[in-house]
């Protein structure tokens, strides 16, 4: 049982590049969420996924796009990357049956945009 | 801003003493909860209390809740160096779908 995985670890691009951060839970979980954590902010959502089929935005979704490809998996895509999206970015999954649960986390994705 | 905000922002304590960490947030609640964090490393959820409850104990962890002053403090007795670490608490509400909204965190350091 591996939790929540994400795919790379580590990650740079330049400006403009584009590239999809991968995550997949073996968990049977229902909801999977991608946050970003900057130095003193926190974590922030990007975007969530209550279920299989949706997909609906966070606090921070500007520059992003997600998929849920199947009830596994949810991706992360920046079309255009930018510096202010250089981050530690943390994948998350809960089974949300109705009240809102723990959330179980992915090892991060360190990105860094030139 | 949605995020919570949490007190102190870093906390620096000698082995065997206890760590109190505060947070408020600023919606109503269904749920608080907390997480701890090490360096590099994802989130691990700690405890949950929820709206209608007060206290909760796990282990060396004492969760408090005040929902009319929307504010919540985590307590670990006799620390250790193992519990180095940072600590986030995460507000849940039924009508934002499970989303959590999390504070800025407790940088916590326990000297051996």
């Known amino acids: 049982n591996a939790g929540v995985t994400q795919t790379p670890k580590f990650q740079v691009l330049k400006t403009g590049q584009s590239m999809t951060l991968q995550c997949a839970q073996d968990m049977n979980h229902n909801s999977m969420y991608w946050y970003r954590q900057d130095p003193g902010m926190g974590l922030r959502l990007i975007y969530y996924s209550a279920s299989e089929g949706t997909t609906d935005k966070g606090e921070v979704p500007n520059g992003y796009n997600v998929s849920r490809l199947n009830k596994r998996e949810f991706s992360l895509r920046l079309e255009s990357a930018a510096p202010s999206q250089t981050s530690v970015y943390f994948c998350?999954?809960?089974?949300?049956?109705?009240?809102?649960?723990?959330?179980?986390f992915g090892p991060g994705t360190r990105l860094t945009v030139t | 801003s949605q995020q919570g905000e949490e007190d102190p922002q870093a906390l620096s304590i000698q082995e065997g003493e206890n760590a109190t960490m505060n947070c408020s947030y600023k919606t109503s609640i269904n749920n608080l909860q907390w997480y701890r964090q090490n360096s590099g490393r994802g989130l691990v959820h700690l405890i949950l209390i929820r709206s209608n409850e007060r206290e909760k104990h796990s282990g060396r962890l004492r969760v408090t809740l005040d929902t009319s002053k929307k504010s919540s403090s985590l307590l670990i007795t006799a620390s250790r160096a193992a519990d180095t670490a940072s600590y986030f608490c995460a507000s849940a509400s039924y009508n934002q779908g499970g989303k959590l909204i999390f504070g800025q965190g407790t940088e916590l350091s326990v000297k051996p």
């Open positions: 998350a999954s809960s089974i949300h049956g109705g009240e809102p649960d723990e959330q179980y």
